[in-house]
Antibody, heavy 122, light 108 residues
Framework: QLVESGGGLVQPGGSLKLSCAAS????????IHWVRQASGKGLEWVGQIRSNTNSYATAYAESVKGRFTISRDDSKNTAFLQMNSLKTEDTAVYYCTRLPYGDYGGGWFDPWGQGTLVTVSS | EIVLTQSPGTLSLSPGERATLSCRAS???????LAWYQRKPGQAPRIVMY???SRATGIPDRFSGSGSGTDFTLTISRLEPEDFAVYYCQQYDTAPLTFGGGTKVEIK
């Protein structure tokens, strides 16, 4: 099970850090992904972080590159999404998810967390 | 990036009917790396199909996936009440990972 937290209301240009806590199983050997969905829109991949075996390599969507940073603390079975220089268009529900079959970078996702809402507004 | 276009946007059907959902890619997906998710209101997305035609754990056999290249289909042979939801396709063949816009299967 994955549980996101840390969402809320933030002003444009502000920062927010989301957490994704895993329970029931370790995710240290899995690629963790963040996906978002704005109201009335489809799903948008945000970024990923690979495991220690793959040097915690990260990759990001162009829309967030340079502003968002994904990290993980395997000792706490938790991943993070640090969001800086937030824009109104970043308003969305943010989900964390993982590859259920290991650390292969891209893939299909299972399970997903319930999501946490980030609202960027003045 | 690979753009996925799903059609129709909304499918209005009755329980027991067959649902056929389409997902078209802007370029060929060469490694069978296409998945489908089900999304119900207030719930997280749930994997339904991966590798084009492999059902995820717990998904009933009334769900089937097919296609190749740029055209893919998710078929629900006989709709059950719990199947009414939004379905998204996703490709994981080429970075960045992308999703389709979704097809809503609603009760007629």
């Amino acid at each position: 099970q994955l549980v996101e937290s840390g969402g809320g209301l933030v002003q444009p240009g502000g920062s927010l850090k989301l957490s994704c806590a895993a329970s029931g199983a370790t995710v240290s050997d899995s690629t963790i992904h963040w996906v978002r969905q704005a109201s009335g829109k489809g799903l948008e991949w945000v970024g990923q972080i690979r495991s220690n075996t793959n040097s915690y390599a990260t990759a990001y969507a162009e829309s967030v590159k340079g502003r968002f940073t994904i990290s993980r603390d395997d000792s706490k079975n938790t991943a993070f999404l640090q969001m800086n220089s937030l824009k109104t268009e970043d308003t969305a529900v943010y989900y964390c998810t993982r590859l259920p079959y290991g650390d292969y970078g891209g893939g299909w996702f299972d399970p997903w967390g319930q999501g946490t809402l980030v609202t960027v507004s003045s | 990036e690979i753009v996925l276009t799903q059609s129709p946007g909304t499918l209005s059907l009755s329980p027991g009917e067959r649902a056929t959902l389409s997902c078209r890619a802007s370029q060929s997906i060469s490694s069978n790396y296409l998945a489908w998710y089900q999304r119900k209101p207030g719930q997280a997305p749930r994997i339904v199909m991966y590798g084009i035609s492999s059902r995820a754990t717990g998904i009933p056999d009334r769900f089937s996936g097919s296609g190749s290249g740029t055209d893919f289909t998710l078929t629900i042979s006989r709709l059950e009440p719990e199947d009414f939801a939004v379905y998204y396709c996703q490709q994981y063949d080429t970075a960045p990972l992308t999703f389709g816009g979704g097809t809503k299967v609603e009760i007629k």
